[in-house]
Nanobody
């Protein structure tokens, strides 16, 4: 049974940092592209970042470029999202997802190509 479990969310002041983690099990982790998504109340789900199976290729939403960094440790079956210079607009429920593809598709940010999703971890940013 495939499981992806996020952790690391919390309350942080604007300008602060958080590091999210996503532990995956029940799959061959390095066969999967991985992504981070977020959804704030009343808003549509947004693709935040995607990383290829090897970690060599990364993609970001314009809203987080230069502030967030996605990475993965295939030996630990774990995905990360380092979030710096957080803004109140970054507050959301953050989800980790696995895509059965070595790379991130051109439409990765829609989330439609991702098969497995976690339950999410809440990020709150105070101004």
């Amino acid at each position: 049974q495939v499981q992806v479990v996020e952790s690391g969310g919390g309350l942080v002041q604007a300008g602060g940092s958080l590091r999210l983690s996503c532990a995956a099990s029940g799959l061959t982790f390095d066969d999967y592209g991985m992504g981070w998504f977020r959804q704030a109340p009343g808003k549509e789900r947004e693709g935040v970042s995607c990383i290829s199976y090897s970690g060599r290729r990364t993609y970001y939403a314009d809203s987080v470029k230069g502030r967030f960094t996605i990475s993965r440790d295939n030996a630990k079956n774990t995905l990360y999202l380092q979030m710096n210079s957080l803004e109140p607009e970054d507050a959301a429920l953050y989800y980790c997802a696995a895509q059965q593809s070595y790379t991130c598709s051109g439409s990765w940010s829609t989330g439609l190509a991702f098969s497995y999703w976690g339950q999410g971890t809440q990020v709150t940013v105070s101004s």
